[in-house]
């Protein structure tokens, strides 16, 4: 038994269409890849929360968001810089409040974030700038006010 050559050739045909399957290969994995943004839509990708150590009620928010238009924070809008990041600073009175963050692309896809935030009440700084009422005028309010 004698072995069988097999002799491989390429025509010119087989090598333009190899060339042309590679051509468009690459050209389907440029378009899917510009229209992924279109699928994924807005999103708020990280936020960070940082209070002011000078006024409790201020609190910093950084955050970085992809793929927004337009962005807002509590119906106030938020210009992201470059990089996509973004910060805003928000006034937060003692106890809860809620804070909605909102975004939405040129496509009209949108997500909404809520958060709860808790600050504590400062402690008392409360300072008489009058003179303290005396016992007498105490006393002298509280009995007008059951006449």
């Known amino acids: 038994m004698t072995p069988i050559k097999r002799t491989f050739t390429l025509s010119q045909e087989k090598v333009r269409n190899v060339i042309f399957l590679i051509i468009a290969l690459c050209i389907i994995w440029f378009i899917a890849s510009r229209f992924s943004a279109i699928a994924r839509g807005p999103s708020l990708v990280s936020y ?23 962005l807002t924070i509590n119906g106030y809008p938020v210009i992201p810089a470059v990089d996509d ?25 949108t997500f909404t974030k809520k958060l709860s935030i808790y600050t504590d ?7 008489i700038v009058s003179p303290t009422p005396s016992i007498e005028e105490t006393q002298e309010e509280k009995t007008d006010t059951t006449l």
């Open 48 to 70: 960070t929360l940082l209070p002011d150590p000078d006024t409790p009620a201020l609190i910093s928010m950084q955050g970085v968001v992809k793929h927004v238009a337009r």
């Open 85 to 109: 990041g973004f910060e805003y600073t928000l006034l937060a009175p003692a106890g809860y409040s809620l804070v909605t963050i909102f975004g939405e692309d040129k496509f009209g896809k």
């Open 121 to 127: 009440e400062p402690p008392d700084q409360t300072s």
